[in-house]
């Protein structure tokens, strides 16, 4: 059975399973895994309360959110390219998925980047250990 022929709570519960890092790594599981990172962001961009999209001001852009990850414990995580023309790439701990710091959704919070990696890794905490809602679903 695949995740989208799970039932509501069923598919959710099984999302935030696979947020958990991968056994043996400590990258975020978007990170691992193309099709979940896809998931997120399009759930992102398609959900009206979250809206990802193209910046229209740079100075409330993903790449000074305080949800948008560039540590270098990150940077390992996300390897390849990581400059297109939506910008950097970084992680963003808030909606899960690898972001562009040229694009900006309405959670954005005053107070980033993430730079270096005990903030990283003080933030991945939190985010592991708080009960998530989990993406909305598409
Ligand atoms: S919370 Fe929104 S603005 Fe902040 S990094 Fe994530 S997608 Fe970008």
Redesign the pocket.
Known sequence: MSIDQLAPGAMQAAIRDLEAPPPGSSCPAATQNEQLNLRNQEA?TRDPRIQ?RLADNPQSA?GN?S??DVSPRMSQCMPGETQDAGGRSGY?W??SFK?QSA???N???RGGPIQDDKNSNDRQNRETQAPKAGPPEI
């Open positions: 992102a990802y993903c959110c949800a948008f963003c808030t909606n972001c694009r900006v959704c959670a954005w919070a």
